[in-house]
């Protein structure tokens, strides 16, 4: 029962490269989110997905894309990476809201520079 | 739009001493709570929420949140700390939709609780 699994856990990547980060839930949890993390920001929401095939912006999308094409998988691509998008960055999937188990399972993390 | 605010960046206490730390939110629909703990180095893992029902809600390691509609607050509190309760916290609020509810939520800055020996 692996919960909610992020890799890389670190990378560095050099302005204008791309990567996709990896995030996989082996809950069934429809719901989807990737947030990036900066120091006394708490977090900010990038993109969600409320089920396969379903994505939505969230408050900062702009640099990244995001695709929901199974219900474990929530990739996050940045496309032409830039120093503002040096952050960690978590994954998180939930049930539906407001039953009793709502509630996010967050990975581990990823921990992006970007130079 | 919703926002939380929590008051203090970091809160240092002695081990053994209570806490509280505090959280407002500000909403124009019923929301939905949660504490959040983040050791160091590790995803935020969640701690306790209050989604209905008693505004008194605990956790299973002796912090509990009381959900204050009046006040729009939902502060955090422990009556004795541990050095291992060193973390950094975050508030987060969900609105509470019947329809098209996502479930996405808006967080806090964080507060780092530093217990000292």
């Known amino acids: 029962n692996a919960g909610v699994t992020q890799t890389p856990k670190f990378r560095i990547l050099k302005i204008g490269q791309s990567m996709t980060l990896q995030c996989t839930q082996d809950?069934?949890?429809?719901?989807m989110y990737w947030y990036r993390q900066d120091p006394g920001m708490g977090l900010k929401l990038i993109y969600y997905?409320?089920?396969?095939?379903?994505?939505d912006k969230g408050e900062v999308p702009n640099g990244y894309n995001v695709s929901r094409s199974t219900t474990e998988d929530f990739p996050l691509r940045l496309e032409l990476a830039a120093p503002s998008q040096t952050s960690v960055y978590f994954c998180?999937?939930?049930?539906?809201?407001?039953?009793?188990?709502?509630?996010?399972?967050f990975g581990s993390g990823t921990r992006l520079t970007v130079v | 739009a919703q926002s939380v605010t929590q008051l203090d960046s970091q809160v240092p206490v002695f081990e053994e001493a209570p806490v509280e730390l505090r959280c407002n939110y500000s909403?124009?629909?019923?929301?939905?709570l949660f504490w959040y703990v983040q050791y160091p180095n590790q995803g935020l893992q969640l701690l306790l929420k209050?989604?209905?029902?008693?505004?008194l809600v605990e956790s299973i390691n002796g912090f509990e949140a009381e959900f204050n509609k009046s006040q729009t607050s939902f502060h955090l509190r422990k009556p004795s700390v541990h050095i291992s309760d060193t973390a950094e916290y975050f508030c987060?609020?969900?609105?509470?939709?019947?329809?098209?509810?996502?479930?996405?939520?808006?967080f806090g800055q964080g507060t780092t609780l530093q217990v000292k020996p």
């Open positions: 998180a999937s939930s049930y539906f809201p407001g039953q009793r188990t709502h509630g996010y399972t």
């Open positions: 809950m069934n949890h429809n719901y």
């Open positions: 997905s409320v089920g396969a095939g379903i994505t």
């Open positions: 909403s124009s629909v019923s929301v939905y």
């Open positions: 209050y989604l209905s029902g008693s505004t």
């Open positions: 987060a609020v969900s609105p509470d939709r019947a329809d098209g509810n996502t479930g996405k939520l808006i």
